[in-house]
Each structure stands twice: as structure tokens, then as C-alpha cells.
């Protein structure tokens, strides 16, 4: 007799492999490139440096901004004293209060002045520390895509390198937007609930992954060309296995399906057309074919989700692949050891095992 169970919906889909982070390494400031301080290839970790850019155009600016921070600051001292003498004598009109007045302007220009040239002090000080170029995260790096001696320049468009972090790692699973649609009406009806989504990954050569990861997030957008929706899975990859670019198959289960019905695979029939049906134990004992739908299997039981009813009775031994609709049967339980009875006993109605 059976009865509905919860049985997960597994989704088998194409998936391709994407870095976790990707920083391409461009250079803030031009000049020629003196060094290259990593090897290609290696794992570099964020804030080392990897290039190092010729120096010495920006060292002179700094000792040029210095210098011109020195000369404000005598300046808007000398300014500050004058204008300081200045008050007393404008307060007993010794002098005109205008010439006070331009005095104590020319104080504050000076000391303005001096806040400005501190400022290009710093900016000096941050271009002669953009020389030297740092890794902006922790990762693989690649290839150098330039040599020592090239010219480099603060907004060229080709990187000097990427660097790639692989462990964990991303897996962008394609799905389209009308499984998505069934999903969510399956899920509004009341029929499936949603499973905590973990994935499973095959590779190219057909092997297991052995590190199962989860899902992230899903996209908001449908892909105009392809009609497809992007998952994303979260992976570990301590041995490298995985690698940007690689295509994988990904199965997860989105939903339960709670209203479902596990049946022996040897109790279901498929037409030419792959219908399937089953045999069931009707009234009076008489066999009873019916159309129902079973679009996947889990592990030596099919998943019907239409066309049976709680109580119904399957039969799943004793000839359900040679009976007629309308056969007289003797249902006996599917876990009774069988007998073999003489063709005197056995002539009347067809033994069958039911669940």
C-alpha cells in the first residue's frame, strides 16, 4: 500500500568554473619598469610588491615639494611677524589701519600657501610610493605580461598581470528560466518545499569532485540570448583540482517534493511513445493499468508525482510486465517469500506482489 514521502527534486546542469576574487595589477603611475620581484606562477599574498617602477622622477618631486613646504613656511612666518607689528602701531594710528590690514591678509595667504605645497608634499609622497607595484590580494598569480625595461603608464588599458584566488571557488551554474518558473509554482502550490541546496560536482573525465559546495545567490536577470538564469556555488579547493574555465556537471536538489511516491523499477512500463504506467490491485481482485508520471529515478525506485493515490496497491512481482487490464490476480505483499505452486493450483489467477 502506499504513501506518499518527501523525496528531494535533484537538478543535474551545466556549470563552468570562475575565480573567487580576480584582480588584474595595473600600474597608478607611468614610467620605465626596473624589476619584476615575483615568480610567475607562484602564490603571492596581498600588499607584496611585484614591480618595481623607476624611482627617480618621483623622488626629485618629493625633494622638490619639500623644499617648496620650507620656503611657504619662512614666508607666512615672515608675513605673520609683520602683521603682528602691525597692530599695535594701526591701534594708535602710527601706521593706517589699510596697511594693517594688507599685513594681516598677506599672513593668511602665506599660511594658506603653506597648506597647499603640504599637500603636494603628499601627493609626491603617495606617487613615489605607487613605484613600487603591490599584489591587491592574496592569490595564484599568472603570467608577466610585460618585461623589465617596458615603458609603463598610469592609465594603460593592458594589466601587467592577474592574480586569481582559488581556494574557495566559484562554480556559475546555468539553469533556464522556465525550470525556474515550475520550481516556484511547485513550491506556491504547496506541494514541494525548498532543500538547502548542496551541489555536487562531475568533471570533464567523469570523475566525482569530492568536495561538495553550496549555493550562493541566483541572478535577478534572465539572459536575453540564452533564456537562462546564472547560479552561483561556493566550493572549496584546497588541492587546485578545480580551475578557471573548466566545465562541470552540478546536481542539487531546489525543492522537496512532498506529495511523491517512491515504486519499484521493475513495477513501471513504458509505451513506444514513453508513456509510463502501472499495474495496480483494483476492485475484486482484478488488475488495473494506469498512465502516471515518473520523469526521474532514485536509486532502484522510480519518483512518480502524478497519477497515484495514497493506498493504492502496485504490483511489482509476479508478471506486471504480462498482465492485461481486467486479469484476475491473488495480491499477496511484497515481502512474502514466493512459492511455486503446481500448474493445478496456479491456472485460475495470476500470483502477484503488490506494495
Do not use: C, H
Not at 594708535?92 to 603636494?120: E, M
Amino acid at each position: 500500500m502506499l504513501k506518499p514521502t518527501s523525496v528531494p527534486i535533484t537538478t543535474e546542469l551545466n556549470g563552468r568554473v570562475t575565480p573567487y576574487q580576480m584582480s588584474q595589477v595595473r600600474p597608478q603611475v607611468s614610467g620605465i619598469l626596473r624589476k619584476r620581484l615575483f615568480k610567475e606562477g607562484a602564490i603571492v599574498r596581498q600588499g607584496q610588491t611585484l614591480y618595481q617602477i623607476d624611482p627617480s622622477l618621483y623622488r626629485a618631486a618629493v625633494d622638490e615639494a619639500q623644499a617648496n613646504l620650507q620656503s611657504a613656511r619662512a614666508n607666512a612666518e615672515a608675513t605673520r611677524a609683520r602683521a603682528d607689528r602691525f597692530r599695535p602701531l594701526a591701534e594708535i594710528d602710527a601706521v593706517s589701519k589699510l596697511d594693517y590690514t594688507d599685513a594681516a591678509g598677506a599672513a593668511r595667504q602665506a599660511q594658506a600657501s603653506v597648506a597647499q605645497t603640504n599637500a603636494q608634499l603628499q601627493t609626491a609622497r603617495i606617487n613615489l610610493r605607487f613605484t613600487d607595484v603591490p599584489a591587491p590580494i592574496t592569490g595564484r598569480i599568472g603570467r608577466s605580461l610585460v618585461t623589465e625595461g617596458a615603458l609603463v603608464t598610469a592609465n594603460q588599458a593592458d594589466p601587467l598581470a592577474v592574480i586569481q584566488r582559488l581556494d574557495p571557488i566559484f562554480v556559475d551554474i546555468q539553469q533556464s528560466s522556465a525550470d525556474l518558473l515550475a520550481l516556484r509554482r511547485a513550491l506556491s502550490d504547496g506541494g514541494s518545499e525548498p532543500a538547502t541546496a548542496t551541489v555536487r560536482l562531475k568533471l570533464e573525465d567523469g570523475s566525482e569532485y569530492t568536495e561538495s559546495g553550496t549555493v550562493e545567490f541566483s541572478e535577478v536577470m534572465v539572459d536575453q540570448n540564452t533564456g537562462t538564469i546564472t547560479l552561483r556555488a561556493r566550493f572549496p579547493n584546497p588541492r587546485g583540482t578545480l580551475l578557471p574555465g573548466m566545465f562541470v556537471r552540478a546536481a542539487f536538489a531546489q525543492s522537496i517534493d512532498t506529495r511523491a511516491f517512491l515504486v519499484p523499477q521493475q513495477a513501471l512500463l513504458r509505451d513506444a511513445k514513453g508513456q509510463a504506467s502501472l499495474f495496480l490491485v483494483g476492485p475484486d481482485n482484478k488488475a488495473v493499468q494506469r498512465n502516471v508520471t515518473a520523469q526521474r529515478a532514485q536509486g532502484s525506485n522510480w519518483i512518480v508525482t502524478q497519477g497515484l493515490n495514497p493506498g493504492d496497491k502496485v504490483i511489482v512481482q509476479g508478471g506486471a510486465s504480462v498482465l492485461r487490464p481486467g486479469a484476475a490476480i491473488r495480491p499477496v505483499p511484497a515481502n512474502t517469500p514466493q512459492r511455486i505452486a503446481s500448474p493445478q493450483r496456479g491456472k485460475d489467477a495470476v500470483p502477484a506482489k503488490g506494495d
